[in-house]
């Protein structure tokens, strides 16, 4: 881990002699890279770096950025064992997880925004419809805002940090990165990838520290903020940006049902079951939360859950390969895991497989499976984030639906049935920014559809164009060429004038529906 710790020294991002904050390895307790832990000034005089970058790198244009990103990204790719080794080594994931869900998305989107940015972003001409505007030309066009503040969770420390800044940058924004407190040493490494493959200095920056002074510091200077993470922050960020009015885009918690309906493909769903309710050991703001599975199937299907469940195996993540589920990242969250567990049994649950934290070294919480849950339950209620699968039988399609939409979440949702059409009505039902039929998560690899979250899981979106509009001011410019001295609506007003306007209003707007 030498070379993380050469990234991590001040001096690489300029922010002198801090305090240093350790990063561990949650796998194993080791510590594996320090960095500094900057307050408002630095963060300022980083802001400032990027503010005085940006017209740099706005006029390289969208062929000059976009061929910046296809570089880094055969960096990263070159660079992939560097890059997995970092991101497994502070969060404790496999090699799995960072691989397909950091890197593959990474990759895939540095290319996707390359390719679509200026189609997205393109002035658009139109002519008025309104007879008062006769004459005139209109273009509305997108300004980047200047420098945007992105900051990140624990969770991914690639895709959730980096991944953001991706629109952001291929917009024409400098960009100022906070990531999560936990993870740091991946965005630092990804600054120095930027470097090698001739990023102007300053377009790419890194704030490490935590969120309460890092963080705040930089909502406070950054000109919009994209912030992912839970809901709970998100709500603060959100009050501390209207203290500016900086605009923001909120990607928050979850709370992810899955419904197994009668028709399913009892086997498919029950691998997707266990895979994405505990790859990245849950801790996935669309992992499958919960699930209800019709009565006709309930006992097959959990029976199939359970038997996969307990072939997983758990431990520190070495080489390819080697285990199916690693660490839990932030150290807090096995409390709440046992809370949760706890909660469920009290009130009725049944654990079928694991339900307790691991003795021994690192931070790693059993695969575990319920049944017998319901709404009273907090594990059905709030969001985990663990490798838990609580299971809940119910009567009926309708029943299923109305439980899914029971919740202040509103994220992401599978539904599981052989009838894709009946999929597809069910999934319209279902109160969240994203839906699957017969499939879950690997919808986030969706990059031309919008991504956000319903209710209390978020405000605006990533991906699609809204997913590159929200870090541009749009500029709706009117042009007059050719028109007379004086308009008919000019001072002075006449009686003769206001009547034939009132005909005219009349004429125009006054008819009904025409049927
Ligand atoms: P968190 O909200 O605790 O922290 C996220 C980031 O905010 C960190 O960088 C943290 O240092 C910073 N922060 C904390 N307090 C702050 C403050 N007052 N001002 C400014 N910054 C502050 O989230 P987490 O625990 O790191 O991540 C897990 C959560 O993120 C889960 O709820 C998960 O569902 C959510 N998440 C959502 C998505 C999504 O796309 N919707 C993706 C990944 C994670």
Not at 62 to 89: C, H, P, S
Not at 305 to 328: D, F, H
Not at 363 to 388: K, N, Y
């Amino acid at each position: 881990m030498a070379t993380i710790e050469q990234h991590a020294h001040p001096q690489s991002n300029g922010a002198g002699t801090l305090e240093h904050l350790p990063v561990l390895n949650p796998a194993t307790g080791e510590t594996v890279g320090h960095v500094p832990s900057m307050g408002a000034s630095e963060v300022e005089a980083l802001v400032a770096r990027a503010r005085a970058a940006q017209p740099i790198w706005n006029s390289l244009g969208y062929k000059g950025r976009g061929a910046i990103m296809r570089d880094f990204r055969r960096w990263l790719v070159q660079n992939r064992d560097r890059l997995l080794e970092t991101i497994v080594a502070e969060s404790g994931k496999t090699r799995e997880d960072a691989q397909l869900a950091e890197l593959v998305y990474v990759a895939d989107s540095l290319g996707f925004w390359a390719k679509h940015a200026e189609k997205f972003l393109r002035d658009r001409k139109m002519r008025p419809h309104s007879p008062f505007l006769l004459g005139r030309r209109l273009v509305e066009r997108h300004r980047p805002y200047g420098v945007v503040g992105v900051i990140g969770p624990w969770n991914y420390p690639l895709t959730n940090n980096f991944g953001d800044c991706i629109p952001a940058l291929m917009a024409g924004n400098t960009v100022v990165l906070k990531p999560a407190t936990l993870t740091p040493l991946t965005s630092l490494l990804v600054a120095e990838g930027l470097k090698a493959v001739g990023i102007p200095d300053d377009v790419f920056l890194v704030a490490t520290g935590g969120g309460g002074e890092t963080g705040k510091a930089l909502i406070d200077q950054a000109d919009m903020i994209m912030f992912t993470g839970s809901t709970d922050v998100g709500k603060k960020i959100m009050a501390q940006a209207s203290e500016r009015l900086t605009p923001i885009s909120l990607e928050l918690g979850g709370n992810d049902p899955m419904i197994v309906l009668e028709d399913a493909d009892l086997e498919r769903a029950a691998n997707a079951a266990v895979f994405y309710s505990m790859s990245n050991s849950g801790q996935t703001c669309i992992s499958i939360e919960r699930c209800y599975a019709h009565e006709d199937i309930h006992d097959e299907f959990v029976s199939k859950v359970v038997e996969k469940t307990r072939k997983l195996r758990q431990g520190e993540p070495g080489g390819p390969g080697s285990v199916e589920v690693g660490a839990i990242t932030f150290e807090d969250q096995l409390e709440l895991l046992d809370e949760h567990v706890a909660d469920a049994v009290e009130k009725g649950a049944r654990v079928l497989t694991g339900g307790r934290r691991r003795e021994g070294r690192g931070d790693f919480f059993e695969p575990t499976v319920l049944t017998g849950v319901d709404h009273s339950m907090r594990i059905m209620t709030e969001e985990t984030f663990g490798p838990t699968l609580p299971i809940m039988r119910v009567p009926d399609e309708e029943e299923a639906i109305r439980l899914a939409n029971d919740s202040i979440y509103g994220l992401d949702s599978s539904v599981w049935t052989r009838d894709v059409a009946r999929g597809e009505r069910v999934a319209r039902r279902l109160e969240t920014g994203g839906a699957c039929v017969n499939d879950a998560i690997i919808n986030y690899l969706a990059t031309e559809v919008a991504f956000g979250g319903a209710k209390q899981s978020g405000i605006g979106a990533r991906h699609s164009v809204e997913g590159i509009k929200k870090y541009c001011q749009s500029q709706a410019i009117l042009i007059t060429r050719f028109a007379p001295k004086r308009e008919v609506h000019f001072f002075p007003h006449s009686r003769r004038m206001t009547k034939l306007l009132e005909r005219f209003i009349v004429l125009m707007y006054g008819r009904g529906a025409r049927r």
